[in-house]
């Protein structure tokens, strides 16, 4: 326990651009998350905040628990709660006058996704994980929280039935992942992980604006593209 939390804070330290990266869309899944609870179900400001802040921290510590980096980040940086519930907190608040602006709370959600799907995959590769489990730890950070928050409030994860989630989060995570591979990353840096969260924001935008779906099952139709914001942690 005590080597992995010397290895969080060092990590940390060493990639100050993934932290803030971290933070902006811990707040962006807490606020996206929370309206979402409050449009889904009739919850107090315990239930909102709560399911806000499970979805903005719940795919990063899953990922964490299964790279065995214990305590996760969530538990050992206060940053990570208080972004969290501050974000869930103004969604509360504010949830009528937020609801307006439907595609905004989108937009937020899609940046949300792409900068967990790159800041997970790139922490994996941190703590050792091989290219292909950086990928799925990286899109399951993205994804994490948001299916949690569907069961809870006893939903299908919208990730699994609608729009297009999970693939532009396994794109993201695999770029940053080829990059690091490559070198690419040691020689461009931070530009690595913006244009890799720009590209899975990019096939996110496109899906949300076109209503394309992941291919389904020849003869089952097509499902109709609701709510699939804050998957992710």
Request: aromatic residues 6%.
């Amino acid at each position: 326990a005590i080597a992995g939390l010397e290895a969080s804070v060092t990590v940390a330290a060493e990639a100050p651009v993934l932290l803030v990266l971290d933070l902006v869309g811990t707040f962006a899944f807490a606020l996206n998350g929370a309206l979402t609870a409050v449009r889904a179900a009739h919850l107090d400001v315990v239930g909102v905040v709560t399911l806000g802040m499970i979805t903005a921290v719940g795919g990063g510590i899953i990922r964490e628990v299964l790279l065995g980096a214990l305590p996760p980040a969530t538990f050992v940086d206060w940053r990570y709660l208080a972004v969290a519930a501050a974000g869930g907190l103004i969604a509360f608040l504010f949830s009528r006058r937020l609801s307006r602006f439907s595609s905004s709370i989108d937009v937020l959600d899609a940046a949300g996704l792409s900068l967990f799907a790159v800041t997970g995959a790139g922490k994996a590769l941190e703590w050792g994980a091989g290219p292909m489990q950086a990928i799925i730890l990286g899109t399951v950070t993205g994804v994490g929280g948001g299916t949690v928050r569907d069961v809870l409030i006893r939903q299908v994860p919208s990730v699994l039935s609608s729009g297009l989630y999970a693939i532009p989060a396994l794109v993201g995570a695999a770029l940053v992942v080829v990059a690091t591979s490559s070198g690419v990353n040691q020689v461009l840096g931070a530009p690595v992980a913006l244009g890799a969260a720009g590209a899975c924001f990019v096939i996110r935008m496109v899906g949300l604006h076109f209503g394309l779906d992941a291919p389904r099952p020849p003869g089952t139709g097509s499902a109709s593209s609701g709510d699939a914001g804050g998957s992710g942690g």
